[in-house]
């Protein structure tokens, strides 16, 4: 009787002890868990506070016979335990995956903006060096303005300022020439108006197919002296330059400033004018086109020439404007 009760006092002692190491260890798992949990929590909402994800634990299915006690209190907040932790493995490898993807996104994004920095840089470098070279062809691929953007023909070109007084009409210069040769045969008209002087020396410069030579005489008037009537003149010709040695965005620009800055110039019809034509070789859309040429006969449809209100309607049937 004795070492009966003996026996039993020792399995009492025996599983009270293996009870308490149980519930030891599933202190520290619980511990470990609510860490995890909440680092992940911090990786989801990480400005948010106060948010969480309550885990959602799906009970097991019994398959015990009804009447059969499930377990003891240990064993089923065992599995309880267990459940969060591979709901947590879970989380943590969507989340995981949501950063891959993300970081993707970042690096895809990145390489687009070198890509696009780069053609960009690629075109104002031709831009630049369209600018500094001289002898450029005045012919661009995909034209579909006509003549209406290169100077006009023999008898509808503007005439040339006539020469003040004191000079002589500028020798055409030789084609076999050299630059500087071609240049130098360009007379510089000197009338003491200095703005009247580089207006007519940059339409020279113009007329002799010296785009570079020309862009930096008219956009000296224009910088200079923008208060006179030439500054309007000196502008919108920067624009026809460019335009004609195959720069349309420059154009663009040149043209576009002359018209916004000094709408009461003289040449701002012109200007508005071979503004389509630029936005035409930009391959703009026709949109954008008719809306310039609306703007254009609202405003100064009385003062265009004929040549000009010809093309602005043949400009208009081209892109279909309504």
């Given at each position: ?113 070198r890509g696009t920095d780069a053609r960009i840089k690629g075109i104002e470098d031709r831009a630049t060096a369209n600018a500094a070279l001289g002898g450029e062809d005045t ?85 200079k002296y923008p208060t006179h009537r030439r500054a309007s003149y000196s502008q919108n010709l920067l624009g026809r330059a460019y335009l004609d040695s195959g720069a349309p ?74």
């Open positions: 009787m004795r070492f009966l009760l003996a026996a039993t006092a020792m399995a009492i002692v025996f599983g009270a002890g293996t009870a308490q190491a149980q519930d030891s260890a599933l202190s520290g798992r619980v511990d470990r868990l609510e860490r995890e949990m909440r680092a992940v929590q911090r990786k989801v909402f990480p400005g948010g506070a106060g948010q969480t994800v309550e885990p959602q634990i799906t009970p097991e299915t019994s398959t015990s016979v009804p009447g059969t006690p499930s377990g003891t209190p240990l064993i089923d907040l065992t599995q309880r335990v267990t459940a969060i932790e591979e709901q947590l493995r879970t989380l943590t490898g969507q989340v995981e995956q949501g950063q891959y993807r993300l970081r993707q996104l970042e690096d895809a994004f990145a390489a687009y903006k012919t661009v691929p995909g034209d579909t303005a006509g003549a209406a953007i290169r100077p006009p023909a023999t008898g509808t070109r503007p005439a040339t300022p006539p020469p003040a007084a004191g000079t002589t009409t500028p020798a055409t210069p030789k084609p076999t020439g050299t630059r500087a040769q071609q240049v130098a045969a360009i007379e510089k008209p000197n009338t003491g108006d200095p703005a009247e002087d580089g207006y007519t020396y940059g339409f020279r410069l113009w007329q002799a197919k010296l785009y570079p030579e020309a862009r930096r005489e008219l956009e000296a008037v224009a910088t965005s420059l154009a663009a620009v040149a043209f576009y400033e002359n018209y916004k800055k000094n709408p009461k110039g003289e040449r701002a019809p012109d200007s508005l004018y071979y503004l389509a034509q630029a936005l035409i070789k930009l391959k703009k859309p026709a949109t954008e086109v008719c809306k310039v040429y609306t703007e254009l006969d609202q405003l100064y449809g009385d003062k265009l020439s004929i040549e000009m209100k010809t093309g602005v309607a043949e400009g208009r049937a081209s892109q279909k404007c309504k």
